[in-house]
């Protein structure tokens, strides 16, 4: 059973930082591409960071320079750090797998990032 945990959200204030954790088991790690999306109140869901299975990675422009997304392959984690928050960032976000051998989606039970102006 895959199972992706999310950890690190909470309140900040703007300007501050966060960074966000997501645990992964039940998968191949090194097979998943590994993403996080986030959705606030009244939007859609959207990507904010991918990172492939080799490292290669995509932003959304709202947050390049700002967040940076890692993987820890032998931690079976995923991280994401989020710096100069502003409270367009305020969301709940999502941890996301994708496994290419099986196309297989995955999704964690999210975490909220809530930004104090």
């Known amino acids: 059973q895959v199972q992706l945990v999310e950890s690190g959200g909470g309140l900040v204030q703007a300007g501050g930082s966060l960074r966000l954790s997501c645990a992964a088991s039940?998968?191949?790690?090194?097979?998943?591409?590994m993403a996080w999306y986030r959705q606030a109140p009244g939007k859609q869901r959207e990507l904010v960071a991918l990172?492939?299975?080799?490292?290669?990675?995509t932003y959304a422009d709202s947050v390049k320079g700002r967040f940076t997304i890692s993987r820890d392959n032998a931690k079976i984690t995923v991280y994401l750090q989020m710096n100069s928050l502003q409270s367009e960032d305020a969301a709940v976000y999502y941890c996301?797998?994708?496994?290419?051998?099986?196309?297989?989606?995955?999704w964690g039970q999210g975490t909220q990032v809530t930004v104090s102006s």
């Open positions: 996301y797998a994708k496994d290419w051998g099986t196309s297989q989606e995955y």
């Open positions: 039940g998968l191949i790690f090194s097979r998943n591409s």
């Open positions: 990172i492939t299975s080799i490292g290669t990675t």
